[in-house]
């Protein structure tokens, strides 16, 4: 891959992305996003003139939940708010939300990452209830895809050709996902992660492209 991310960096932050997608953040979480290690993680990502403003934005919303008070517990209505609520006033973070037309087209939104998944030889985790047009699916289809292509030397063009398809059925939604979550959440904080994974999507499908 061009750039300075490798396969793994794209699989570790595709996994991390997901992880805060998915569910509302615990303790744990919310420590290791103000921790070092992100820190490194963030001050790397802006060595890339293309992710610097999705960076700029993460590192503000992470430097601003130090002066928030509760903020496990802040970001979790956060959360609720924009991920779990009606559309008119949210991010739902479903490809089906923004397919064009009938229930048809929106339910051709979960056909086709569950195509993907099993030419990948994986299925759902049964402990995640949620449908397979999720964007933490995705984003962990994304994950594994990456590390397998520079794992297994043998099946690399086959995995790399189905995270293309990946990247680009993501691509495909995640920019209005992002305007959804700009516009609603009113503290920030997933807005800027939304804006970050938005710039690392696009950097990615752009390093592909001039390989």
């Keep these: 891959m061009a750039g300075q991310l490798t396969p793994h960096h794209y699989a570790c932050l595709y ?3 997901a992880g805060m997608f998915a569910r509302e953040l615990d303790e744990q979480q919310l420590a290791q ?3 070092p290690d992100v820190a490194l ?9 293309a992710l610097q403003d999705g960076v700029l934005a993460s ?3 992470i430097a601003a939940l130090q002066l928030r008070p509760d903020a496990r517990l802040e970001l979790a209505a956060d959360f609720a708010g924009l991920f779990l609520m009606s559309q008119k006033q949210a991010a739902l973070p479903y490809a089906s939300c923004y397919q064009p037309g009938n229930a048809r087209f929106r339910q051709a939104a979960c056909e086709e990452m569950q195509a993907l998944l099993l030419e990948a030889g994986l ?3 049964r402990a995640f209830p949620e449908p397979e047009d999720h964007l933490a699916i995705c984003l962990e289809l994304l994950s594994y895809l990456s590390f397998a292509a520079s794992e297994n030397r043998a099946n690399a063009a086959a995995c ?9 059925l993501l691509w495909r939604w995640l920019p209005a996902f992002t305007a959804h979550c ?3 959440d009113a503290f920030g904080f997933y807005a800027a992660q939304s804006q970050l ?5 696009t950097y990615d499908r752009m390093s592909q492209n001039a390989l």
């Excluded at 790399?160 to 990946?166: G, I, M, P, Q, V």
């Excluded at 994974?197 to 999507?201: F, M, Q, R, S, T």
């Design 197 to 201: 994974l938005l710039a690392l999507v």
């Design 15 to 17: 996994g991390w992305f």
């Design 182 to 184: 700009i516009e609603h």
């Design 41 to 49: 993680w963030l001050e790397h990502l802006a060595a890339e003139a």
């Design 123 to 125: 299925e759902r985790d």
């Design 33 to 35: 996003l103000q921790s």
């Design 59 to 61: 590192r503000n919303s």
């Design 160 to 168: 790399l050709a189905l995270r293309d398809k990946t990247l680009g």
